[in-house]
Structures are given as structure tokens and as C-alpha cells.
Nanobody, 116 residues
Framework: QVKLVESGGGLVQPGESLRLSCAAS???????MGWYLQAPGKQREWVGT?????????FYADSVKGRFTISRDDAKNEVHLYMNNLKPEDTAVYYC?????????WGQGTQVTVSS
């Protein structure tokens, strides 16, 4: 079972940026990888997916399109989420996982809080 560890969250002001990282204990090669968020009191929701192999197209939720960018480094088994122009409504715990019907066990996530 691959273990996922998310990091990079924190408290930022609106308009600022963060870079989240997801480190997998095993190979992510061949798996579409996604980022998800879970806001307080809400269900986990999809943020975006980077396919494998990556050929230039990444898919994003409308709420983050144009502000968030996902990248992957299969050699390091890492996925990154670059978050720009953050808004208070982006406040949530962020998770990564493979995008399949049977995801790996969820990591602990990383908290992102956007507040002035």
C-alpha cells in the first residue's frame, strides 16, 4: 500500500500563494494523480487531475482554473499543487491521491487557511 504525505500548507492572506507537495512512498508512474480539498463541514471535493503520462493537459475544477497548477515528478514520486491568488474560500485541508475507483489510503492532508 502506497502511503501519501502532503505538506506545504499554512496561513496566508488573500491574494498570496502556496506550493503544496505530495510525496508517495511508492511509484506513481502510470497513475493519474489528483488533488482534493475538504472544507470544514463539507465533503472532500476534486481540485484537479494530472494524467500519466503527462502530455501537457491538466484538468481543473472551475473554482481553481487559472489560479492553481498541478505538476508531477515521477522520478521522485511527487505531485505538487501551486496555488496562486488564494481566496478565503480556498480554506480547506488538501489531499492528493491517485484518480481511480480504488484510491490509496488517504494521507493526513495539509491545512490551507486563507484569511486576512
Amino acid at each position: 500500500q502506497v502511503k501519501l504525505v502532503e505538506s506545504g500548507g499554512g496561513l496566508v492572506q488573500p491574494g498570496e500563494s502556496l506550493r503544496l507537495s505530495c510525496a508517495a512512498s511508492g511509484s506513481i508512474r502510470g497513475y493519474a494523480m489528483g488533488w482534493y480539498l475538504q472544507a470544514p463541514g463539507k465533503q472532500r471535493e476534486w481540485v484537479g487531475t494530472i494524467p500519466s503520462p503527462y502530455v501537457g493537459t491538466v484538468f481543473y475544477a472551475d473554482s481553481v482554473k487559472g489560479r492553481f497548477t498541478i505538476s508531477r515528478d515521477d522520478a521522485k514520486n511527487e505531485v505538487h499543487l501551486y496555488m496562486n491568488n488564494l481566496k478565503p474560500e480556498d480554506t480547506a485541508v488538501y489531499y492528493c491521491n491517485k484518480v481511480t475507483a480504488l484510491p490509496w489510503a488517504w494521507g493526513q492532508g495539509t491545512q490551507v487557511t486563507v484569511s486576512s
